[in-house]
């Protein structure tokens, strides 16, 4: 018995995969584990896995094709079986493909399906042996012909016949007046066109003619431009952008945003964090990052202030207020972005918060994340710092209840007692979803998180 | 060839089969002493006895079950409805037990039946008889339905009824039983069922219809004429199953159709006609297929209302100068 192997399901968010490169070959043996495939989510590369025995008896899709969950793409089996059932079947129910192979498949099947052509006066004895009425129908009149539109682009009315002798004639419906019932051209109106001749193109049409033309002339200036000054390059839309287009719209249109803005003054982090790399670096671990410090202020925060830690879930019908907190870590890569998970960080001590974090980071920028990696965030950070980027507003990731926009460490004046001194600051931001977070409730969060920064021995609690 | 009444016909077409076939029998209302309740079969009692010639009580439901029975124990039943409005009190054997017998069975039954009677509206009868049911009876599989329009046919169609080794309606008029026509005294005159008949050919326009409609059409086919346009008139005879072959046949070449059917307009006849044509032939019409019915209301006894109700030759004329383009 010949078994189909469909696209899976490997991420939450996916709803179709690239095949990336096929790892066996038509013919090899294949045992329950053995890598198929690898197929390109939206996410991440995973490996397809087969979970039965046979031979790879057909590859139905090629590498680079992109197909949805549940189409077929593959057949395994055992040698010589028949599997054009499976092939045909499996065609038949794709609508969303754009494998021009599978299109083609169906378009053949559906002329099988169309019953023999008969000559039309078919004898009288037959149809007594065979009823054909009541939808056994023996013979289709021709593929219909579309309507046409005129030259403001409404639909011409024409009848289905009037239609086909223009067709056949080469007659412009939109050069036809129609004489029949609000104005449709029925077959007497195509005909009298034909009788009467088709007029010769507009003059416009024939300057266009793509005749060679036997000397230059001056006036027919080429607008052609070469192919390096071309107006735009044009690329493919990846997977992930797809996710990230899908997501962030989604976020944006059905969360009502509100933006908190504070400024921190982190001149005892910044110097609580040079002591424990000194401490890190003699010691061997991890060093710490300025944002393994607001990951575990954010945890802390976080187990304050459970409707920040929530989700808005609409359909379910409920706000969902987590126990644990799993922070997210927005991480740039070539392809775009992904929010890495550092779980429980309310639990972890910073130096695993670090090493996680660092980790999560490198196998998210070579795409070898799983998606229970990825997935799952309660609460999420993005640190544009790095870039120089004062402060900014960040696009909630769903289904959290907010994100907070982290801004760059500035060395600034600021007053201090009456006093104008060196200061070291930095503004962070928190988007929050109105459904969830109220202002006064996103205030105390924020407040929360700069205790932490600004008394930052707490966090070695 | 004999000029014959349309119940004449239909007698012939019976005592034919009878003398044929000593398995035949005519059961229903009034019959046998009555000689019929339109004289359809007057003669039959004295002819074949009261073995093979069965009055039976007023009770439909009753005799068409006990018909399918013998039916199934290798006799040839011919049921009488007197009107097939009476039908209805039998409708579970009709629709349910005659069909599906050979089915449920898994072949090991046939219902080799032919329930035989007037239908449709006839005059002043009032709503509750002036039912036509032959878009009913086509809907459920396993039936055939027949209802000719000329004595000729009425006997050929008959007499291949009777010999169908499936369950066969059979569909007569009241107003049609003492129309004279031609019929065909060939020995073993039968028509096939499944076969319509193209009455009158023409260029122009296409009209369907059957039973009592085709005469409405051939007379809207003379006036049609004398206006210059040429119909060609189809009588499908056999409603299920139906000979699409012929109607698309005949809109290919004229490129417009109109049906007539004296049913109630939802899901009729001309309905399903409508449907198949435009399915097949879509590319070969030059109009919107038009169709000529009673109204979706019950039938009226008052005779101007009554006459307002029923298709009429000039609705018809109006309809096919429309599809002509030519109002």
Redo the contacts between chains.
Sequence with gaps: MATPIEMPKLSDTMEEGVLSAWLMDEGDQVSAGDILAQVETDKATMDLEAFDEGVLLKKVIDEGDSVPIGQLIAVIGEEGEDISDLLGGEDGDDSAAADAEAATDEAEEEAEDTPDTTE???D??E??EE?????Q??????E??PAGTDAEGRRIKA??????IAQEHDVDLARVDG???EGRI???DVEARIEEGEPAPPPEREERAPEPAPQPTAEAPTYELPDDEAPYASEDISQMRKTIARRLAQSKYSAPHFYLTVDIDVEDAVALREDLNELAEEQGRAKISFNDLITKSCALALKDHPYVNAAYLPDEGEIRKYNRVHMGIAVAIDEGLITPVVRDADRKGLTEIARETRELAERARSRDLEPEEFEGATFTTSNLGMFGIEEFTAIINPPNSAILAIGEIRDTPVVEDGEVVPGKRMKVTLSCDHRVVDGATGAQFLDSVRSYLEEPMNLLL | MATLQFREALRAAMTEEMERDDDIFLIGEEVAEYDGAYKVSKGMLDQFGSRRVIDSPISELGFAGLGIGAAMNGLRPIVEFMTFNFSFVAFDQVINNAPNMQYMSGGQFTVPIVFRGPNGAAGQLGATHSNSTEALYSTFPGLKVVAPSIPDDGKGLLKTAIRDDDPVVFLESELMYGMKDEVSDAEDYTIPIGSARVAREGDDVTIVAHSKSYHIAMDAADELEERGYEAEVIDPRTIKPLDIETIVESVVKTNRLVVIDESNPFASVASEVTHQVQDRAFDYLDAPILRVTAPDTPAPYAPNLMDAYMPGVDETVDKCLQVLYAK
């Design positions: 039309p006066s078919a009288t004895e149809v007594v009823p054909s009425g009541d939808g129908l023996r013979e289709r009149t021709p219909p012909v009848s289905p016949l009037a239609r086909r004489s029949g019932p029925v077959r007497r």
